[in-house]
């Protein structure tokens, strides 16, 4: 409960009752307006009033307890009673020696509706009575309006009081809004506290209601301020006048609140500054007669900076007028004219042009006016810059054109305007792109047409040999690739590592891509330097309706790399088992292919733990155990490879299909049970033990890492020798010419003597630091 609500109740009581009111009324309007307002209270409130009144004096006691106010108030005064008024507060038929004898009960005591008696007859005598007390006293006009003489007398002795206290209140409260609250519940409490509301802001809350006046144009608030003792100038206000463009508030500020005009706001704008960026030319013109500087600004924006930047082309006439410098950089190295070209006020750039400012000023990194302009899209102001004596062949300190900025930005308008105004077409920027490769790789559809029509070299390449059509196909372009076509691209052109755009579409997946480039001839079969196919990037990242699209065009599942992997392997390895089912009905897959290490597609799935592609092929009409049990180069069965890797539901289905030997030991002299026992796969060590019960077979080979897992890498590292997966923390060993530079042997297998296929290689540490 907001606790003024309790006073307002008070006053509204006193207010509205003669001084000899009897305490049961008074303390039943009090209980009502108590039992009002704090039926919305968030918190106790507690309020005892006790009042005594007669003729010879009026004594009120409040003790309230609200939470953060606790006040106690006793007031007592004392006044002059007529002779004649023998029973002011008699009531009914008691004759006033009663009364006198038995005064009334203290207020809240008394019967909890009563109503007052009649007395007329004290009524006019103490009316006569206070009415002459009222007229001797001084007034206070802090607590008294000037409309004090038309209240009626009768009761203003206890409203008197209640102002003095409310007063004393004001002063205890610690927030706005409780003083505001006060303030705004009659006219009489609006002159009493106003004064006091405005200087508690001002010294508790840093003036926020002088900044919200500013910010708002509110004239009258600070005007009210200033009447009440403010001072204003202790608050920075100007700025925030200047910026909402009130001139007269800023006079006022200037002229009465003593505003210093070198003064910036929190985000360190300047008066002037925030005037000329909002467009106010009469405010500036307030500002520059106060004698605001022309040449100061944050970060370097001078007045005149920003009103370019925002294109108030009467202010920048002003300011010029004045003797603005209009090549003053920004700390960036911003000129007005760079500002404005930016931004694309066309009006603000002519005017600087026809007062000479230089075209050829470069702000940080190189970058002019007609690079701004171009980047931003503006052709008019382009067209301008170069008729002006701009360069449109400059390039920035990183390589960049104005075409090429355009071009890149798919600005339209600047790349014609820059074409018309004779911009050479083939300029690369530093990393070789040229306008063209720019547009069609951002798939600027009407930039790649328009250049085209002016001679672009649809061929022209960027670094490492990415031509337009191979960087259009694989970001997606359709549309500039069936475009380039047409005006002569070469479909089997490649990059420097022979991707060619069929080829890059295809392994990111851009099915519109690759079928607008098989449309007009691609080969499906072109591969990359190290043998991969389009059909391979798609087995790799497991787009089946790709595929399909390969295939019906000739591709083909069983075509190795230069690793001997073909897509059906890589499907096998990546656990793609929709792929493999579909390969699988391909009248050329070979299920027992293998690769350059003697591994088949079952291998790598079992290797890599590829469930679903087992239960796929071994699903097939087929002797399955000469599918599983073929051995690669280094005498690993597939089993073997699950084993070592750990991959408990893999073994569990191979156990069920294979002949393998459980007698059988390794390269390593190791048998199924040590690997499995080593693995410290509980499960896996249950299944091996009681297949190789069922065959009769107990390894005596003990494993001295039993029941202590390893922790493995990132599966995308493992030991081509040993299959298993790298060890965290251990130097494995990199061969950079067997397998694209991807053929690793842990250290295990290192101090082993296992080396890759070519001894003669040179082999290189390779540390393994992702944790799967």
Not at 155 to 164: F, T, V
Not at 182 to 203: G, I, M, P, S
Not at 699 to 725: F, I, K, Q, Y
């Amino acid at each position: 409960m907001h606790p003024l609500a309790l006073f307002d109740c008070l006053i509204s009581s006193l207010e509205s009752q003669h001084t000899q009111a009897t305490s049961a009324h008074l303390s039943a309007r009090l209980a009502y307006g108590l039992t009002e307002t704090t039926s919305r209270a968030e918190t106790p409130v507690r309020i005892n009033i006790t009042s005594f009144a007669s003729a010879s004096s009026i004594s009120i006691s409040v003790g309230i307890d609200i939470p953060r106010v606790v006040l106690e108030f006793r007031i007592s005064r004392l006044q002059q009673a007529p002779e004649r008024v023998a029973a002011p507060l008699s009531t009914g038929s008691r004759s006033s020696k009663q009364h006198q004898n038995n005064p009334p009960k203290a207020l809240g005591r008394s019967g909890p509706c009563a109503r007052p008696h009649n007395a007329s007859n004290s009524d006019d005598d103490l009316s006569r009575h206070l009415t002459s007390r009222r007229r001797q006293s001084k007034r206070l006009p802090h607590i008294c309006g000037e409309d004090d003489t038309k209240t009626p007398a009768l009761g203003r002795a206890s409203l008197y009081l209640a102002n003095e206290l409310l007063a004393a209140v004001a002063r205890f409260l610690d927030a706005d809004g409780d003083i505001d609250s006060l303030v705004r519940c009659n006219r009489r409490l609006y002159h009493l506290l106003v004064a006091d509301l405005y200087r508690h802001n001002a010294q508790h809350h840093e003036g926020s209601a002088l900044r919200w006046a500013a910010r708002h144009g509110r004239r009258e608030t600070l005007e009210r301020a200033i009447d009440t003792g403010v001072r204003l100038a202790d608050f920075v206000l100007l700025p925030l006048a200047a910026e909402g463009g009130y001139l007269e508030m800023a006079r006022l500020l200037l002229e009465q609140g003593g505003a210093d005009v070198a003064v910036s706001d929190e985000g360190d704008w300047l008066p002037l500054g925030a005037a000329a960026r909002q467009g106010h030319r009469e405010v500036v013109e307030l500002l520059m007669d106060a004698g605001a500087d022309l040449e100061t600004g944050y970060l370097g924006w001078t007045p005149l900076n920003v009103a370019a930047n925002s294109g108030h082309v009467d202010v920048v006439r002003y300011l010029l007028d004045k003797g603005a410098d209009m090549e003053h950089r920004s700390e960036s190295g911003w000129t007005p004219l760079k500002s404005a070209a930016c931004n694309g006020h066309t009006a603000t750039v002519t005017l600087l042009l026809q007062r000479g400012a230089d075209v050829r000023a470069a702000a940080d990194r190189g970058w002019t006016a007609l690079h701004s302009a171009a980047n931003s899209g503006h052709g008019d102001i382009v067209q301008l810059l170069i008729d002006h004596g701009a360069d449109p062949a400059l390039p920035t300190m990183d390589g960049w054109t104005p075409l090429t900025l355009a071009a890149d930005k798919g600005k339209t308008d600047a790349v014609r305007a820059l074409l018309c105004k004779g911009a050479d077409i083939s300029l690369a920027c530093g990393n070789g792109w040229t306008p063209l490769t720019l547009a069609s790789d951002s798939g600027h559809v009407d930039i790649v047409k328009l250049l085209l029509e002016h001679g672009a070299n649809v061929m022209s390449p960027c670094n490492h040999g990415w031509t337009p059509l191979s960087l259009a196909a694989g970001a997606d372009r359709a549309t500039v690739v069936k475009l380039l076509l047409e005006h002569g691209a070469n479909i089997a052109a490649t990059n420097d590592a022979g991707w060619s755009a069929l080829l890059t579409a295809a392994d990111r997946g851009h099915r519109d891509v690759v079928e607008a480039l098989l449309a007009h001839g691609a080969d499906v079969q072109a591969h990359t330097h190290s043998g991969w196919t389009a059909l391979h990037a798609v087995a790799e990242n497991g787009d089946l309706e790709l595929a399909k699209l390969l295939l019906q065009a000739g591709a083909n599942p069983m075509t190795g790399n230069r690793s001997g992997w073909t897509p059906f392997h890589i499907a096998a390895h990546n656990n793609r088992a929709d792929l493999v089912q579909f390969f699988m009905g391909h009248p050329g897959t070979n299920f027992v292919q293998k690769d350059n290490n003697g591994r088949t597609a079952a291998f790598h799935a079992a290797m890599r733990n590829s469930v679903d592609v087992l239960d796929v092929m071994l699903s097939r009409d087929m002797n399955k155990s000469e599918v599983v049990d073929v051995e690669d180069d280094y005498g690993t069965a597939a089993i073997v490879a699950a084993t070592r890797n750990g991959h408990a539901a893999v073994v569990r289905r191979l156990i069920t299909v294979s002949n393998y030997d459980m007698a059988s030991t390794d390269i390593f002299g190791r048998d199924l049970l040590y690997w499995a026992e080593r693995s410290g796969n509980v499960d896996l060590l249950a299944i091996v033990k009681e297949h190789a019960a069922q065959k009769g077979y107990d390894s005596e080979l003990p494993s001295e890492t039993a029941g202590n897992p390893v922790r493995w890498v990132d599966d995308s590292c493992w030991c081509e020798v040993c299959t298993r997966c790298t060890v965290l923390g251990t130097t494995s060993w990199e061969c950079p010419d067997c397998d694209e530079g991807c053929f690793l042997i842990c250290a295990e297998c290192y101090e082993f003597g296992k080396r890759c296929r070519d001894t003669t290689h040179d082999l290189v540490p390779h540390l393994c630091n992702r944790i799967e």
